[in-house]
C-alpha cells in the first residue's frame, strides 16, 4: 500500500515533486492591476495610419450609392426623352412618306433615335457590373475622340473654304452700270473679260438693258457664292436677285481676283416673263435717225461723211488727233497715215455714201454707221464707223475705222507676155562638087 501510494505522489509534498500549485478561487479570470498594464512599443519609422470610423464609412457609402441612383435615373430619363423623339420623327416620317426622298429617310432618322433611346435607357443596368463601367468609360472617351475629329475636320474645311462677301462688289458693278459710267466698268474689268467682249459690244447691251428693266435700285436677296482655283487663278461668282424700276431679275455675276482685288469678268441678267420684247422694238429703240440717208438731218451721216473729206484731201493725221482715246491707242499715228495714203491710191478720191446698212445709237453716246461708199476707181466699198461723244451735245468722235478693199478685177490683172517658141529656120545645103568639075 505504500508503495502504491508512493507511485502516485499523492502522500509527497508539492515542493517535492517540482509540479506549481495552482488556486482557482472561481470561474472569472483576474482583473490586472493599472500598473500591469501594458505600453504598446511603436516604431519610429512606422507611417501614420488613419483609422475610420464606422459611422462615418457608412455615410460615404450612402454618399456613393445616392449619386450612382442619380445617375442611373438621369440616364434613364435621357434615354426616355431620346426615344420619345425617335417616336416623334418615325411619325413624321410615317407622314411624308409620299414624298419620295424624304419619307424614307426621315423614317430611317426616327428609327435610329429610337434605337439609340433604348441603349441609353438599358445603360443604368450594365454600369452597375464592373465590365459595364468599363464599357461606359471607354463609350464616352470614344464619343469624345471622335467629335473632336469632327470639329477639326470641320474647322479645317470652313477654314480653307473661306468664301467672301461679293455683295458689296456686285453692287458697285450695278451701280455703275446704272448710272451710265460703263466705259469704267469695261476699263476696270479682268483683262480677260476685256479679251472676251469688245467694249462697244459691251456698251450696247448694258444701255439696251437699261432701256429694257430700267434704273438699278437695290439687291434684294443673295442666292449662292462660289469661289473655285483653277489655271487662271480665283474666280467667284455671286447669284443674286435685282430690283430695278420695271421689274426684279435674276443676276449673276463673276469676278477674277487679279492685282489683289476683284474684277468684273462676266455678268449675266434673265428678264422676267412678262419683260417681252420684239427684236422691231430693239432696232426702233437704237435707230440713229429716221432717214440715215439724209445728211442735213442725220448727225451720224454728217460725221462719217466729214471724215471721208478729210482723208480723201490727205489730212490722216488730223483725223488721228480729233480720234478718241481709245482709237489712239489701239494704232499708232504713223501707221494710220499711211495705211489711208495706200488705201487713197488703190481706191482714188472719195465721192459720196450710196447706201446705209446700219445706223444705231445706244444711250446717245455710242454708235454704230456701216455704209457703202463711193470711190474713183471702185464703187460699192464698205466702210465702218464706231463714234463716240460724252453727251449728246458733244461732236461725234472716231472711235473706229474700217475700210473693206473690193478684190481686183479680172481686167486690171496685168497678163503676163505670152512666150512664143523659136521658130526653126531651115538652112540650105549646098550640092557636093563633082570630083571631076573644075
Not at 437699261?210 to 434704273?215: A, D, F, L, N
Not at 430690283?243 to 487679279?258: I, M, T
Request: hydrophobic share 40%.
Amino acid at each position: 500500500m505504500a508503495s502504491n501510494k508512493r507511485k502516485r505522489g499523492g502522500d509527497s509534498p508539492a515542493e517535492s515533486s517540482g509540479s506549481i500549485d495552482v488556486q482557482l478561487s472561481g470561474d472569472a479570470l483576474p482583473v490586472s492591476e493599472p500598473e500591469a498594464t501594458p505600453t504598446p512599443i511603436i516604431p519610429e519609422d512606422s507611417r501614420k495610419v488613419t483609422a475610420v470610423v464606422p459611422g462615418e464609412r457608412d455615410s460615404r457609402r450612402r454618399i456613393t450609392a445616392a449619386a450612382k441612383d442619380a445617375l442611373d435615373a438621369g440616364v434613364t430619363r435621357l434615354g426616355t426623352g431620346i426615344g420619345t423623339i425617335g417616336e416623334g420623327v418615325s411619325k413624321l416620317g410615317d407622314l411624308s412618306r409620299n414624298v419620295p426622298v424624304v419619307g424614307s429617310s426621315v423614317s430611317k432618322i426616327g428609327e435610329g433615335i429610337s434605337h439609340v433611346g433604348e441603349q441609353l435607357h438599358t445603360l443604368p443596368k450594365v454600369a452597375r457590373t464592373r465590365r459595364g463601367r468599363l464599357l461606359i468609360r471607354s463609350m464616352i472617351v470614344g464619343f469624345i475622340l471622335v467629335a473632336a475629329w469632327i470639329v477639326v475636320i470641320v474647322g479645317l474645311q470652313l477654314h480653307g473654304n473661306d468664301t467672301p462677301d461679293f455683295r458689296p462688289n456686285a453692287e458697285k458693278i450695278l451701280v455703275d452700270l446704272s448710272k451710265g459710267a460703263i466705259d469704267e466698268v469695261y476699263e476696270q474689268a479682268s483683262p480677260r473679260f476685256q479679251e472676251m467682249v469688245r467694249k462697244e459690244r459691251f456698251i450696247d447691251d448694258m444701255t439696251d438693258l437699261e432701256e429694257t428693266v430700267g434704273k438699278f435700285r437695290e439687291i434684294t436677296t443673295i442666292s449662292d457664292t462660289l469661289v473655285t482655283n483653277g489655271p487662271s487663278g480665283r474666280v467667284g461668282r455671286v447669284s443674286l436677285t435685282a430690283a430695278y424700276q420695271k421689274a426684279s431679275c435674276k443676276v449673276s455675276v463673276s469676278l477674277h481676283y487679279d492685282q489683289d482685288r476683284w474684277k468684273l469678268l462676266g455678268i449675266g441678267v434673265e428678264l422676267p416673263s412678262e419683260l417681252k420684247i420684239t427684236q422691231a422694238q430693239r432696232e426702233e429703240r437704237v435707230k440713229a435717225c429716221k432717214d440715215a440717208m439724209d445728211v442735213k438731218r442725220c448727225d451720224v451721216h454728217q460725221a462719217a461723211d466729214a471724215i471721208l473729206l478729210q482723208l480723201e484731201q490727205g489730212k490722216a493725221d488730223k483725223v488721228w488727233d480729233d480720234a478718241t482715246s481709245v482709237f489712239q491707242k489701239q494704232e499708232q499715228k504713223a501707221k494710220f497715215v499711211q495705211l489711208q495714203l495706200e488705201h487713197q491710191v488703190a481706191l482714188g478720191n472719195y465721192r459720196r455714201i450710196i447706201a446705209v446698212s446700219e445706223a444705231k445709237v445706244i444711250g446717245g453716246t455710242s454708235a454704230t454707221f456701216d455704209a457703202l461708199a463711193e470711190f474713183d476707181k471702185a464703187s460699192g466699198v464698205r466702210v465702218v464707223f464706231g463714234l463716240y461723244r460724252r453727251s449728246k451735245s458733244d461732236p461725234w468722235k472716231l472711235r473706229s475705222l474700217k475700210i473693206v478693199l473690193p478684190m481686183p478685177r479680172a481686167a486690171e490683172v496685168a497678163k503676163p507676155p505670152a512666150v512664143v517658141p523659136p521658130v526653126p529656120v531651115p538652112v540650105p545645103r549646098t550640092p557636093p562638087r563633082d570630083a571631076g568639075a573644075k
